[in-house]
T-cell receptor, first 112, second 114 residues
């Protein structure tokens, strides 16, 4: 069954603007991760937030997690053309090595 | 340190043929995962190895798919016979046994069944 649902499906912005992507999930989780996929390339891990965390930062990335609403958001600040990619959230149900459940992704296009 | 590698990068075969995909995980990673993304759909889990043992194969779609990881190093995923609906991108990922969460993905194999 599908777990993560990203919103919006597609987002187009100008360089320098901020991009916000949202993810909702259905079942309880141990952690939630965000991945990026550039066209034709593999998935690159961006950030992991655990169920007992509410916010996490990594460079220009800010991730929030609201377990009561079963939702997460990824904010990319001061976007660059190189941020153009598909972004996926993925959830893990327990802390041991386990299957990730992905959403369909948000396609971000940043124009200069 | 080399990342996860997959071979081939692309494969085009006809319906009914056999294809074998290979994944080399990051050295020392005991966990190895296979996922696939069918066109227009989300990335879906296929199975999980811990060393050479299948820990979870609940995502394998049917018995035309066979995964192996002899010796606990690289893994192969064989599709026999291939069907049109098997077309998509097959990703492999690995993680250290003790690390919780982060999985490191390979570039994927793009399979097209005609």
């Amino acid at each position: 069954s599908q777990q993560g649902e990203e919103d919006p499906q597609a987002l187009s912005i100008q360089e320098g603007e901020n991009a916000t992507m949202n993810c909702s999930y259905k079942t309880s989780i141990n952690n939630l991760q965000w991945y990026r996929q550039n066209s034709g390339r593999g998935l690159v891990h961006l950030i992991l937030i655990r169920s007992n965390e509410r916010e996490k930062h990594s460079g220009r990335l800010r991730v929030t997690l609201d377990t009561s609403k079963k939702s997460s958001s990824l904010l990319i600040t001061a976007s660059r053309a190189a941020d153009t990619a598909s972004y996926f959230c993925a959830t893990a149900s327990n802390q041991a090595g386990t299957a990730l459940i992905f959403g369909k992704g948000t396609t971000l296009s940043v124009s200069s | 340190e080399a990342g996860v590698t997959q071979f081939p990068s692309h494969s085009v075969i006809e319906k009914g043929q056999t294809v074998t995909l290979r994944c080399d995980p990051i050295s020392g990673h005991d966990n190895l995962y296979w996922y696939r993304r069918v066109m227009g759909k989300e990335i879906k889990f296929l199975l999980h190895f811990v060393k050479e043992s299948k820990q979870d194969e609940s995502g394998m779609p049917n018995n035309r798919f066979l995964a192996e990881r002899t010796g606990g190093t690289y893994s192969t995923l064989k599709v026999q016979p291939a069907e049109l609906e098997d077309s998509g991108v097959y990703f492999c990922a690995s993680s250290p046994y003790r690390e919780r969460g982060t999985q490191y993905f390979g570039p994927g194999t793009r399979l097209l069944v005609l």
